[in-house]
């Protein structure tokens, strides 16, 4: 990995794609859930059971919802809290800085 442009395009697509991956089975897990429990809601008159099966799909989709915040967390961490197309520009200035001061270096010892 180059300190200047991250990781090489292999890893960061390989990386994106696993994040699309796992965005889109989650997506796909919440909505899942959401319809499930409003089909249930919509039963009039429900009996014991389907209370408890409503019980059980809220608590699922709290869990996505809190698996989703864990993974938005991860991947902050991951790509430095930026968001796509964001440059951190103090980080820049330390690395044009750092290679100045190697430039300079070299150029005296001459």
């Known amino acids: 990995m180059d300190e200047v442009t991250g990781p090489d395009g292999a890893q960061a697509a ?3 794609k696993e994040w699309e991956d ?7 897990v919440r909505s899942t859930l959401a319809d499930m429990l409003e089909d249930l809601r919509s039963e009039v008159g429900a009996p014991k059971d389907l209370q408890k099966k409503i019980s059980e799909l809220e608590a699922a989709l709290k869990t996505a919802f809190e698996v ?5 967390d991860w991947l ?7 968001a796509d197309g964001e440059i951190d520009i103090e980080a820049a200035r330390r690395r044009i800085a750092c290679r100045l001061d190697r430039l300079r270096a070299c150029c005296r010892e001459g």
Do not use: I, V
């Open 14 to 16: 390989a990386r994106r």
């Open 22 to 28: 796992a965005w889109h089975l989650l997506s796909s």
């Open 68 to 72: 989703e915040r864990k993974f938005n």
């Open 76 to 82: 902050g961490k991951q790509t430095g809290g930026l």
